[in-house]
C-alpha cells in the first residue's frame, strides 16, 4: 500500500483579531466575547479555494523533487465553479503534465480524507497529490465566523521514499446530519453543538477507531498523535478519554490563530503532525461528515531527512496583523459595497482568447530563444533580441517559480480596486524577462524599486453577471 512522500500547506497572510469581530458584534450578541481571543486566517479578495491550493500543491512539489505525479485530486466544499473541473485549473496553473487524472471531491467534510483513503488504497508505482483547500463563507456575527478560517494543505501518495506509510484504514457512512448546504443556500444551517457532539462524534467516531485498532492490533495507548478535526474545542479530549488515548497525543485545532478550515482540516493537522512526528510515532487522522474515516499512518525513518518547502509552522510564521473587520465583509461578499464608475465596467472573458494564451494566463509561461537564449514574457513570434530577432524559436520557459527585482511601481486610488490602492508596476526577473504587473499583499511603505519579490496565482478580476472570475499572476514583496 502507498504512503505519504511529502507535503505542503498555505495559510492566507491575513490574520483577522478575533477582539475586533466580537466588539463589532457584541451589540447584537454579547455571547461572542468569549469567543474573541486569538485570530483567524482571512483570504485577500484575490485569494479562493483555486488560488490557495496551488500555493500548498506548489510547496508540496518543490519537496518532492523530481517525482512525477499521476493524478492531482482536489477536496473542498467550497469549490469557485460548479461545473469546470477545478483539479484541471489547479494542474495548469502549476504547469503539470496533460495525461494526468484529475478529480473533484467534495459534498463532505471528510471529503479529503476520503480522498486519501482512495489514493492510499490504489495501486500506481508513481505519486498522486492530494490537495485540500476551503474558503467557507458565513454569516456576519456568528460563532461559524469566529470559529472557522481559510487554508490549503497538500500530501504526495507514493510507494518511494515514504515518509508515513499506511497500517490500516476504516470507513464509517452514516448519514448523520450535523450541518448541511442547499444548492441554492450562501451559507451551511447547523444543528444543535451538544447533539452533534454526543449523537455524531461521540458515536461514528469510535465505531470507526475501535475497528481500525482491532484491524491493526493496536492499542489506543500506543497512539502518538490523534487528529479530530472539529470547531467544538474540548470534543477532542473528551473522545480521546472515551477511546483510552492520551490527553497529550491530541493535535489542537489550532482554533486560537488559524480557524477551523472545513474539508481542508485534516490534511492541514497531518501536515503540522508530520513536521513534529519521529520515526516509529503512530498517527491516527479522522475526518467527520456523513460517518467517519480513520487511518492509522506510522512515521518512517525517511521522516528524519525530509525537508519541506513550507509547512504548517512556516505558513503560521508568515503573518499579517489584520484589525479591520469590514475586510472580511467585504472580500467575502457579504456587504453590498459603493464600487464607483470604475467598478462597474463589464469584464466578460472571451473564452476564445482566453484559450489561445492560457500558457501564460494560468501557467505563466514565457519564452527562452533557441538561437541566442534570450528570455521573455510574453512568449512572441519574434525574438526580442534585436540582434537576434529569430522566427518561432522560441521553447516553453516557466516564470512560476522565478523571482524578480521592483523596478517601477505606482500606488493607485483612482482605478478600481478591492482593497486600495491599487499597486502595479514593472518586475525584472531573475535570469531574464520583465512583465508589468499588478502587486499583491502590499503594506504601506513596505514596497519600492529594487524590493525582490515572487510571483503568486490569484484572482485577477470577477464578472458578477456572468459568474465567472478571472486568474493570472500576481507579485508579492518578499519578506
Not at 492566507?12 to 466588539?23: D, G, I, N
Not at 461521540?202 to 470547531?231: G, Q, R
Not at 516509529?280 to 499512518?297: K, N
Not at 503568486?456 to 514583496?477: C, E, L, N, T
Request: charged share 25%.
Amino acid at each position: 500500500m502507498n504512503g505519504i512522500t511529502a507535503y505542503g500547506a498555505y495559510i492566507p497572510r491575513a490574520r483577522l483579531s478575533k477582539q475586533s469581530m466580537a466588539e463589532t458584534n457584541a451589540w447584537f450578541d454579547a455571547g461572542l466575547k468569549s469567543l474573541g481571543k486569538g485570530e483567524r486566517s482571512i483570504c485577500n479578495w484575490d485569494e479562493d479555494t483555486i488560488t490557495m491550493a496551488v500555493e500548498a500543491a506548489s510547496a508540496c512539489r518543490a519537496a518532492m523533487g523530481e517525482q512525477s505525479v499521476s493524478a492531482l485530486y482536489l477536496a473542498s466544499t467550497t469549490f469557485p465553479f460548479l461545473d469546470r473541473q477545478n483539479s484541471v485549473l489547479v494542474a495548469e496553473a502549476l504547469n503539470m503534465d496533460r495525461t494526468l487524472r484529475t478529480m473533484d471531491i467534495g459534498g463532505s467534510q471528510r471529503a479529503a480524507t476520503s480522498a486519501l483513503i482512495a489514493l492510499l488504497e490504489g495501486s500506481d508505482e508513481t505519486s498522486a497529490l492530494l490537495v485540500a483547500s476551503e474558503h467557507r463563507r458565513s454569516k456576519a456575527g456568528s460563532r461559524a465566523e469566529m470559529l472557522w478560517g481559510d487554508a490549503a494543505a497538500a500530501v504526495a501518495i507514493g510507494s518511494d521514499n515514504v515518509i508515513a506509510e499506511v497500517l490500516g484504514i476504516e470507513t464509517l457512512a452514516v448519514d448523520f446530519v450535523d450541518h448541511y448546504r442547499g444548492d441554492k443556500a450562501s451559507f451551511d444551517y447547523g444543528w444543535e453543538d451538544r447533539w452533534i457532539r454526543d449523537e455524531g462524534f461521540m458515536k461514528s467516531v469510535p465505531t470507526a477507531v475501535i475497528a481500525l485498532f482491532e484491524k491493526c492490533s493496536v492499542s489506543s495507548e500506543e497512539i502518538d498523535y490523534f487528529i479530530l478535526p472539529t470547531d467544538q474545542a474540548r470534543t477532542p479530549m473528551g473522545l480521546a478519554r472515551k477511546l483510552g488515548i492520551d490527553g497529550d497525543a491530541v493535535v489542537d485545532n489550532q482554533i486560537s490563530n488559524v480557524g477551523v478550515t472545513g474539508a481542508a482540516q485534516s490534511i492541514l493537522l497531518l501536515v503540522k503532525t508530520l513536521e513534529q512526528a519521529k520515526a516509529g510515532d503512530l498517527i491516527l487522522v479522522t475526518g467527520f461528515g456523513q460517518g467517519c474515516d480513520a487511518i492509522l499512518l506510522r512515521a518512517t525513518k525517511a521522516i528524519t531527512d525530509f525537508k519541506p518547502a513550507q509547512g504548517v509552522s512556516r505558513a503560521l510564521a508568515a503573518r499579517r496583523e489584520e484589525t479591520n473587520y469590514n475586510k472580511l465583509l467585504s472580500f467575502n461578499n457579504l456587504i453590498e459595497r459603493e464600487t464607483g464608475k470604475r467598478g462597474e465596467v463589464d469584464k466578460q472573458t472571451y473564452l476564445s482568447g482566453y484559450n489561445r494564451r492560457k500558457d501564460l494566463l494560468t501557467s505563466f509561461i514565457g519564452g527562452k530563444c533557441r538561437e541566442c537564449g534570450t528570455v521573455q514574457i510574453p512568449r512572441e513570434k519574434y525574438c526580442v533580441n534585436p540582434e537576434c530577432n529569430a522566427l518561432d524559436s522560441q521553447d516553453d520557459y516557466s516564470f512560476a517559480d522565478k523571482t524578480g527585482t521592483v523596478m517601477t511601481w505606482t500606488a493607485d486610488r483612482l482605478t478600481f480596486d478591492w482593497n486600495p490602492p491599487a499597486y502595479f508596476g514593472m518586475v525584472q526577473f531573475d535570469g531574464g524577462g520583465k512583465l508589468m504587473m499588478d502587486f499583491t499583499e502590499v503594506e504601506e511603505g513596505s514596497i519600492d524599486s529594487g524590493s525582490k519579490v515572487s510571483v503568486h496565482f490569484r484572482i485577477r478580476q470577477f464578472d458578477p453577471q456572468r459568474g465567472f472570475r478571472k486568474y493570472f499572476w500576481k507579485a508579492v514583496i518578499e519578506e
